[in-house]
């Protein structure tokens, strides 16, 4: 980037040793030739001014997009549900006027804040869904079931 930007000064510096070339041509045709060559040159490195710009704004851009992300990603903690699931929970204080959450490991790791939508609770787990990445997870540890025996006692095989 700082190459490109040191170019960019070089070929200014060659178009103005051009430009004052021009003074000590005195045939008309060939200073004309000479002129609309320079003029072509000077339209380059405006043209590759305007894309060094461009590429600043857009460095800049996600300079700004990192920074906030490691502002938000400080207000949640990975969470361990049980069962080998984790989520990023809301830490208690972290609020900001949003109700208590959790965001999607994979999205958080992508720097997405995606917030894991509950469909209910499934043998004594809470089944979520993240809406960007479409990854499942189920909260909570399994609860082993309970058999009856065939005659009417409770069987535990665990």
């Known amino acids: 980037m700082a190459i490109d930007v040191l170019a960019g000064l070089s070929i200014f510096k060659t178009l103005f040793d051009s430009a004052k ?91 997405r804040k995606s917030i894991l939508q509950s469909r209910g609770l499934f043998q004594g787990r809470e089944k979520v869904v993240c809406l960007s990445c479409e990854s499942e997870f189920m909260l909570g540890v399994i609860q082993p079931q309970r058999q009856t025996h065939a005659r009417g006692r409770d069987f535990n095989p665990f």
């Open 21 to 111: 070339g021009l003074k000590d041509i005195n045939d008309a045709a060939i200073r004309n030739a000479a002129v609309v060559d320079l003029q072509k040159e000077i339209l380059a490195a405006q043209a590759e001014q305007m894309a060094l710009l461009e590429r600043v704004s857009e460095l800049e851009a996600k300079v700004a997009s990192f920074e906030a992300w490691d502002c938000e990603k400080l207000r949640y903690q990975l969470t361990d549900h049980g069962g080998g699931t984790f989520t990023y929970a809301l830490k208690a204080g972290k609020e900001e006027g949003e109700p208590f959450h959790r965001i999607c490991p994979h999205c958080y790791e992508e720097r």
